[in-house]
């Protein structure tokens, strides 16, 4: 990622300093930890569905990787359908403690390989056994129901079940990431970090609050 900016601000420094947005939000995200009570991972996830209405909710980001940013959820909820109806997806990160938020947007793609067979793998047993019986989004006649149908999973699967083909990861490419802090009387700090495709220069731009 370095060297591959246009900056056309003329004072981004301190917390906005760098020519890598993807550590960038590594770093905010850490100092975050230090501080927020709970999730400091967490994101809204905004979508959109056919009719093009859009849709939030709170996911976990999972990981940030050298050019992308990936969480794990069902594939055939609401959110996994329309993310794969739509091929986008925005992300938006807020650290109350910090006074900072992160906003994403990109085009999505599966992580359904080895990456999300490791991860899987690595989630608590219960929760891989409510990965398996909960089908997600779609309507629930009681809890009752979803209890009876967990505790027929578990009798029927061994201690160590594979990654169900309709659960894995979503990866997100951005072709915007803004970051923002808070300003006294409501004058924030925002630069905005966008670029055409994945391969073209990062073009930063401060913008006003």
């Not at 990866?171 to 495709?197: K, Q, S």
Request: aromatic share 10%; with cysteine; proline share 6%.
């Amino acid at each position: 990622m370095s060297g591959k900016v246009v900056d056309r601000s003329t004072d981004r420094s301190g917390i906005f300093a760098g020519d890598d947005p993807f550590q960038m939000v590594r770093d905010w995200m850490e100092v975050a930890a230090a501080t927020e009570p709970n999730d400091p991972h967490a994101a809204s996830l905004a979508t959109v569905d056919a009719a093009g209405r859009p849709n939030v909710r709170i996911i976990l980001l999972k990981e940030i990787e050298d050019a992308a940013f990936v969480f794990y959820s069902n594939y055939d909820s609401a959110k996994g359908q329309e993310i794969l109806g739509s091929g986008h997806a925005a992300l938006c990160l807020h650290w109350k403690t910090t006074l900072r938020q992160v906003r994403i947007r990109g085009t999505v793609t599966k992580e359904d390989g080895p990456q999300a067979d490791a991860y899987y793998a690595s989630r608590p047993l219960g929760s891989r056994y409510g990965a398996i019986a909960s089908r997600q989004s779609r309507p629930l006649t009681s809890r009752d129901e979803l209890i009876e149908r967990l505790e027929s999973t578990k009798l029927q699967l061994t201690d160590e079940p594979s990654r169900p083909e309709y659960w894995g990861g979503f990866r997100i490419v951005p072709f915007e990431i803004e970051f923002w802090a808070n300003g006294e009387f409501r004058l924030h700090d925002r630069f905005r970090w966008y670029r055409e495709t994945p391969d073209a220069p990062w073009d930063v731009t401060r913008l006003n609050p």
